[in-house]
């Protein structure tokens, strides 16, 4: 069972920047073996995709956070994360990191609140 663990998240003003990462356990998964995606989810809406990173460092974003979200990848470490810039309120949400072949045995997510 593949083991994400998001961390980073909290409050920040509009305008703000934070900095999320995500663990995988590498005795079940390989960082490298595939892509892998941050989603997150508001309360009250469906869980939505954010980015997506692939196994050479090319990447693709929603619309909505593209040009201020950068999404990235340390395969020694095995670990994923996304560089948000330029945060909006509407940005808050619970984020989550996951294999988006396959989105399963999803973690906790970490908590991002913009607000002022």
């Known amino acids: 069972q593949v083991q994400f663990v998001e961390s980073g998240g909290g409050l920040v003003q509009p305008g703000g920047s934070l900095r999320l990462s995500c663990t995988i356990s590498?005795?079940?998964?390989?960082?490298?073996?595939?892509?892998m995606a941050w989603y997150r989810q508001a309360p009250g809406k469906q869980r939505e995709w954010v980015a997506t990173v692939y196994i050479f460092g090319s990447a693709d974003y929603g619309e909505s956070v593209k040009g201020r979200f950068i999404i990235a990848r340390d395969n020694l470490a095995n670990t994923l994360s996304l560089q948000m810039n330029f945060l909006k309120p509407e940005d808050s949400a619970v984020y989550y990191c996951?294999?988006?072949?396959?989105?399963?045995?999803w973690g906790q997510g970490t908590q991002v609140t913009v607000s002022s």
């Open positions: 590498k005795t079940i998964k390989s960082i490298s073996d595939g892509p």
């Open positions: 996951n294999d988006p072949n396959n989105p399963t045995n």
